[in-house]
């Protein structure tokens, strides 16, 4: 069937021969003794139109393992920033935020930086890394934890205490944290019941933010995220064992956050991980694609005003050589709650091998997954890549054109030549 997939889904891109040779091409990918991935998952845009999809490797393993298929769903790791970037513009919208007022406003007590006392904090700032807020003293806690005491006091690494908000980008999980404890505050519902009725119910997308509240089917597609390690230490080992790091549902059902059932909704938007938590398959994340091609349309309903989706992929932010961390080159420009890889050379964000695909969209990274979601709007190409976990560790392997590891290179340079460009 996948490969019967494969075939129908080039056929206008070279026949099956092609799309044979893509899928041998990431089967090696994903096999290769020296980086193996334990799963992978991709798709293809071009014109506008799905036009390759392939998966490899198991979902989930155990006696008797079971293979990721189109429907597996994901941990997306940061993706997940930018989808939940998609239910704040909807709010946006409707005229219940407003991108430049004062966030302590919305939060319902001040929000500032303790070295910059008289400087209001935006939506826009958070959206853009651009806030002075920083990961150092954690960016998720649970229910029993209101974010306004982390957010009021004056705890080492939670504010950057030379960076003046709107000053200087640092990539910060909490922003997203926020975001999520706002979009509850305007709302009054919590935020995973939000996304859903927001985003993901309207585009008939499976999955979410809590699994706890998955059907049976769902949770039977969630794929677990390895490492390859020693049993015994954290040490990455390609020789190792595949350990599972979460997600591992077929030894234990998701549970409920404790406390939940007496949470204050917009006390603590960290609960669902507006930052990282989101489940969700390349197969969905590819509706999510085509709806952006298409003006924010997707089938008949209109999910996003076109106009919102040119703002939150235009130019919000660029590097200018003194007024923010690249982290190795990858950051170079940055829309709202979406990153811009520009095309050039020795810049440490382009997206494929000699160049050609500028585009939009966002990376991920955790428990061993790597996430990518990249789109060129005017074009309508666009490509997705799930890798379920990562057998060597991915600092020691840098790419060799990019700030991204040598696997994302790969898997980005054969989408683009074989799906996109059809060489």
């Known amino acids: 069937m996948q490969a019967l997939m494969g075939m129908i889904l080039m056929a206008g891109l070279g026949g099956g021969a092609q799309s044979a040779t893509l899928d041998q091409e990431l089967a090696a990918v994903a096999t290769d003794p020296a980086l193996p991935l334990s799963s992978l998952s991709v798709l293809a845009v071009r014109g506008g139109k799905v036009v390759y999809q392939y998966q490899t490797g198991p979902r989930r393993l155990g006696e008797a393992p079971l293979p990721a298929t189109a429907e597996t769903m994901y941990r997306v790791a940061s993706v997940s920033k930018m989808m939940t970037t998609f239910g704040l513009m909807k709010l946006v919208e409707q005229g219940k935020l407003a991108l430049d007022a004062d966030a302590g406003l919305y939060l319902g007590y001040p929000l500032r930086n303790p070295a910059f006392p008289d400087q209001p904090i935006t939506l826009r700032m958070l959206l853009t890394h651009t806030s002075s807020l920083r990961d150092g003293a954690g960016y998720s806690w649970p229910a029993s934890v209101a974010i306004k005491d982390k957010l009021s006091g004056a705890e080492a690494g939670m504010w950057a205490p030379e960076a003046a908000p709107g000053a200087y980008f640092t990539y910060s999980n909490l922003n997203w944290g926020v975001i999520g404890t706002i979009m509850e505050k305007v709302s009054g519902e919590r935020f995973d019941r939000l996304m859903r009725r927001l985003l993901l119910g309207p585009m008939q997308l499976r999955g979410g933010y809590n699994p706890s509240e998955f059907s049976a089917a769902e949770l039977a597609d969630v794929a677990t995220l390895y490492r390859k390690r020693a049993v015994d230490s ?190």
């Open 234 to 423: 954290e040490e990455w080992n390609p020789a190792g064992p595949w350990i599972a790091q979460v997600d591992d549902y077929g030894v234990r059902p998701p549970v409920a956050p404790p406390g939940i059932a007496s949470y204050v909704i917009g006390s603590n938007g960290t609960l669902f991980s507006p930052t990282g938590g989101l489940r969700i398959s390349a197969s969905d994340l590819g509706k999510v694609m085509l709806m952006l091609i298409h003006d924010g349309r997707h089938q008949e309903q209109q999910i996003l005003q076109p106009k919102t989706i040119k703002l939150m992929f235009s130019r919000q932010w660029t590097y200018s050589g003194g007024n923010g961390d690249t982290y190795r080159g990858l950051y170079h420009s940055w829309g709202l709650g979406s990153q811009r890889f520009d095309d050039a050379a020795g810049g440490g964000n382009r997206l494929v091998e000699g160049g050609g695909f500028s585009a939009s969209g966002h990376l991920g990274d955790a428990y061993g997954l790597i996430s990518t979601f990249v789109v060129d709007l005017d074009s309508g190409n666009g490509m997705i890549s799930l890798i379920g976990g990562t057998g060597a560790d991915p600092e020691r392997h840098p790419g060799r054109y990019s700030a991204m590891t040598r696997s994302e290179e790969r898997i980005l340079t054969a989408l683009y030549r074989r799906a996109i460009l059809g060489q």
